[in-house]
């Protein structure tokens, strides 16, 4: 489905990274597929029952760390399921082969392959693909973001009551009473309506088109948001830190609402 023209406006010296990032989504995506919605898929979990891996999440990685070892054998990597290697690189990719698994592993469409790529710990090229939904979103530092090749933005609501916006829930939630509960509560009687997707890729990359008009998380992984940051940044979403305990906890929205949102969320409120 990628067309020549989806590249006409990124710069030439990142053109190389970009289609590299492409090539390994849409792999990664192919393999998605061939076990989406089939009686064969072998499926575990790793910190608890909430915490779902699959056959198609570890045959995805594994196909996407052997273009870069093949293709970028000095960058390192951040990998969801294999973890680090060579991380402190001033080039590394960051990786999550498949967001959205408990999705997939139920047979909902909402699952994505994210790929970035880092310079100096910058995200400055971030590829999301939803195979089953056919949606690229990608992004270049500097150059904006892209969906299918027509180039996207954050909404412009200034409204928190017609707004409609996402969150989800770490996977600690049982274990941990800081686990968004209180969040979503105080939000749910200030917005049009919450939807929960599954995916935190999907759900920046929502944002940034503005089928979103704010999102945010706690708890989540570098290779959970940094494709996705950039791409919803690049279209004028407006990205913060909600927390400095919680690994990387964000909020993601657009410029009108971000002060409504943040005084919501804020552990002042609570």
């Known amino acids: 489905m990628r067309t020549t023209n989806f590249f006409t406006d990124i710069p030439q ?29 072998q499926q575990s979990t790793k910190l608890n029952d909430s915490d779902v891996v699959t056959i198609a999440d570890k045959e995805a990685e594994a196909a996407i760390l052997h273009y870069i070892h093949t293709h970028f054998p000095d960058h390192g990597i951040i990998s969801e399921e294999s973890g680090r290697d060579h991380e402190d690189r001033e080039w590394r990719w960051v990786i ?3 967001d959205g698994t408990t999705n997939f592993a139920m047979g909902l469409p909402p699952f994505c392959v994210s790929i970035a790529l880092e310079h100096n710990k910058e995200a400055i090229v971030g ?9 690229f979103f990608y992004a270049v530092k500097g ?16 409204e ?7 969150t989800g829930m770490p996977y600690d939630r049982n274990d941990n009473s800081d686990n968004n509960l209180a969040e979503i509560s105080r939000m749910a009687f200030r917005v049009r309506g919450i939807r929960r997707m599954g995916s935190a890729a999907i759900d920046l990359c929502y944002t940034a088109a503005g089928f979103f008009d704010a999102y945010w998380e706690l708890n989540l992984n570098r290779w959970d948001v940094a494709a996705g940051q950039l791409i919803a940044s ?3 979403a407006i990205i913060e830190s909600l927390r400095s305990d919680r690994n990387h906890s964000i909020l993601a929205s657009n410029p009108n609402l971000l002060a409504s949102m943040r005084q919501i969320l804020s552990s002042e409120t609570n």
């Not at 970009?18 to 009686?39: D, K, P």
């Not at 928190?160 to 996402?166: D, I, R």
Request: glycine letters at 6%; charged letters at 20%; a negative charge.
């Open 13 to 41: 010296e990142l053109k190389l990274y970009t289609e590299a990032a492409f090539t390994m989504a849409e792999e990664a995506g192919e393999i998605h597929l061939r076990y989406f919605r089939t009686h064969n898929l």
């Open 96 to 98: 999550d082969p498949l």
């Open 127 to 135: 590829v999301v693909f939803s195979p089953y939904l056919n949606e």
């Open 143 to 158: 150059a904006g973001a892209w969906l299918n090749g027509k180039q996207i933005h954050c909404s412009d609501k200034a």
């Open 160 to 166: 928190l009551s017609k707004a409609v916006v996402a």
């Open 234 to 236: 690049e279209a004028g």
